[in-house]
């Protein structure tokens, strides 16, 4: 994977100085009052770290939202937009931003994929599908795409405030994250929340970069490299190619369950 094509997720403005040195020149930003489940930040913070800057946008918005976006000044210094609510595209479009979807789980097949790409410039694919799966996405795409590759995937999101809820029921003062164990099984989860709701991420973390390698790179718009819940060493070794995490490869080589009776 060629640095130029990797965006990266920031966590931690003090860190972008060692992702340069490492030739790292696309940074995604999440946008505060506009994202969940991530550390953000504002526009204006934004214009002050000067680097090629994607804004992630992953919440549902409302109209009253979305005016209040559109009153904010984007720096000079954002080339696009990663947005979930296509109501923003709409704002967004042909005003010379790279508009990215992201609708997380829904983009796991080209036919769909494809209709999203009649509107927007590029896409984030599913984390929940088979190397197979993938492939073939990348091959019938009409434009390149963005691939996840390492990270600790998001399952879900909600406009609750459930973290907030489970330690009022508990009587004990509030936080806003919390790690659940899944009873009887091999697992667990991280429940992130602010203002607009919660965030639910797996704790197992994914690395595909190596599998992601083998694809047509022009078919690739960016390796998308995830910060969230890791260290500034962990991304800078990531970044030299080390193998660093007890990482799985997620669904690559075993389907999504989606029922109840698929369970083996």
């Known amino acids: 994977m060629k640095n130029e094509k990797i965006l990266l997720n920031v966590s931690d403005l003090e860190d972008l100085k060692s992702y340069k040195k490492l030739g790292i020149s696309n940074f995604l930003f999440p946008l505060k009052g506009f994202s969940i489940g991530y550390t953000d930040f504002s526009f204006e913070e934004i214009a002050k770290t000067g680097v090629p800057a994607y804004v992630l946008v992953n919440r549902l918005l409302t109209d ?3 005016d209040s976006f559109l009153n904010l000044t984007i720096p000079s210094n954002v080339k696009g937009f990663i947005v979930e609510d296509t109501g923003l595209f709409y704002e967004l479009k042909d005003k010379g931003f790279e508009l990215i979807n992201f609708q997380n789980h829904l983009n796991n097949n080209f036919k769909t994929i494809n209709y999203w790409l009649k509107m927007f410039d590029s896409l984030v694919i599913s984390t929940d599908i088979t190397k197979e799966e993938i492939e073939t996405i990348i091959k019938e795409a009409t434009k390149p795409l963005v691939i996840p590759v390492f990270l600790f995937p998001m399952i879900m999101y909600s406009r609750r405030t459930l973290v907030t809820n489970y330690y009022k029921y508990l009587e004990e003062d509030p936080k806003c994250q919390l790690k659940v164990d899944i009873i009887n099984a091999d697992g667990s989860f991280n ?17 595909i970069r190596e599998f992601a390698s083998t694809l047509a790179e022009d078919k690739i718009r960016f390796y998308l490299i995830d910060s969230n819940f890791l260290d500034a060493s962990t991304i800078i070794e990531a970044l030299r190619g080390k193998d660093l995490l007890e990482s799985t490869k997620g669904f690559l080589e075993k389907k999504t ?8």
């Open 64 to 66: 009253d939202d979305i």
């Open 191 to 207: 429940l992130v929340e602010n203002a607009y709701g919660t965030a639910v991420f797996d704790t197992k973390h994914i690395d």
């Open 257 to 264: 369950v989606y029922k109840v009776g698929d369970l083996k």
